[in-house]
């Protein structure tokens, strides 16, 4: 049996039975079956249920906090030395050119001034490749941003020495991929031999700076749908670990030519299970890309905001050929999160009409959920 009666606990937190009297009580009780515990499992219980189950009487919590109008996004580099078999821009960052340091400055500039964000996300293929980020983040901390977040596949923070030095310049939240949650299909995913145990051995290294937040995120495919209630239980130990993402593939194509889209009804028992294991062990849940009705009770998980992106604008054209928002219920449902289905996915597997279940507008509101 599972030391922290989670069957109870998640009555809890998906009823959103918020009293703190009653919560204190259960906390107490939860403590008692932990104390059972040794070693590494009860380190690893105890963190998870201190520091983030607190937050689950309301799984928006996080949002409040920080919501992604916090944020601005800027893309500084186009290389990566993974090889992702669901990378979006795989075929295109040979060509994409990152923000030059006119273009960065000219955004550090803006915060000055203006004072629009809290925090400034680098992205754009693999940051941790070029020499240069503690540099910019202690230019963007010097600018008034608050924090730096940075988007990595993670193997470089592999050496914790690496990790200070991050964090020491600014870094205080850390984007992780993390594609399967076993080594042999995380590594076929990237192609890289290795990947996974220096991925996992980053996000360890992480959990020894107590102001670090990590989120990690897994696309959903054919490939990895199965692992998605491993991946949750193979970082719940991680202390830090406050965000988990789970982003449905799109081929940046009218077609899935890889393969790679699965049909949303296969896919939804998994990722409604790795939903329910991520929120019983305290963090927050985002879902993109995936139809809201299909999830069920777990439809408040989903939130497709974004944070200001400043990308090089050819990336548009391959972007749009998505062709979100494509539901037979478009006009008459009222969520205003949902992108519908996809051009490629409509294309091979249908547009689900037997399926999909269009909200009314009490219905939506109802839901509260993630979004901004």
Request: hydrophobic content about 35%; overall charge neutral; charged content about 25%.
């Amino acid at each position: 049996m599972n030391p922290l009666k989670l069957d109870k606990f998640r009555e809890f937190s998906e009823l959103r039975v918020g009293g703190r009297i009653f919560f204190v009580l259960f906390s107490v009780r939860a403590s008692v079956q932990i104390s059972r515990l040794s070693g590494y499992d009860r380190g690893a219980h105890a963190v998870a249920w201190i520091k983030g189950i607190w937050d689950m009487q309301d799984p928006t919590t996080h949002r409040d906090r920080l919501r992604h109008t916090d944020y601005v996004e800027q893309t500084i580099h186009f290389r990566c030395n993974l090889s992702c078999q669901h990378c979006m821009i795989l075929d295109s960052m040979h060509w994409l050119e990152p923000a030059d340091d006119g273009q960065f400055e000219g955004l550090l500039e803006e915060q000055r001034i203006k004072k629009s964000w809290r925090s400034l996300i680098l992205t754009g293929s693999e940051v941790t490749l070029r020499s240069d980020l503690s540099e910019l983040v202690r230019r963007a901390i010097d600018a008034g941003f608050e924090f730096v977040r940075i988007q990595t596949h993670g193997m470089r923070l592999s050496s914790e020495s690496y990790c200070r030095e991050l964090v020491d310049a600014g870094v205080k939240e850390f984007f992780v991929s993390v594609t399967a949650g076993q080594e042999s299909l995380h590594d076929s995913i990237t192609r890289v031999p290795g990947s996974f145990r220096k991925t996992l051995k980053g996000l360890e290294n992480l959990t020894k700076f107590p102001d670090v937040r990590t989120l990690t995120n897994t696309v959903v495919t054919s490939l990895s749908y199965r692992s998605l209630p491993s991946v949750v239980e193979l970082l719940k130990g991680l202390s830090n670990l406050t965000e988990m993402h789970f982003w449905a593939y799109w081929p940046m194509s009218p077609t899935d030519e890889l393969s790679l889209c699965i049909p949303h009804p296969i896919a939804a028992d998994y990722l409604k299970e790795a939903i329910r294991l991520a929120r019983s062990y305290g963090r927050f849940v985002e879902v993109k890309n995936f139809p809201q009705c299909l999830l069920g009770r777990y439809a408040d998980a989903l939130c497709n905001d974004q944070p200001e992106l400043r990308i090089d604008p050819r990336f548009w054209k391959e972007f749009h050929e998505n062709g979100f928002h494509q539901c037979v219920y478009k006009t008459v449902c009222a969520s205003k999160q949902c992108l519908g289905i996809n051009t490629a996915y409509g294309n091979r597997f249908g547009w689900h009409e037997d399926l999909l279940k269009p909200y009314s507008v009490q219905e939506f509101e109802s839901l509260g959920g993630n979004h901004d």
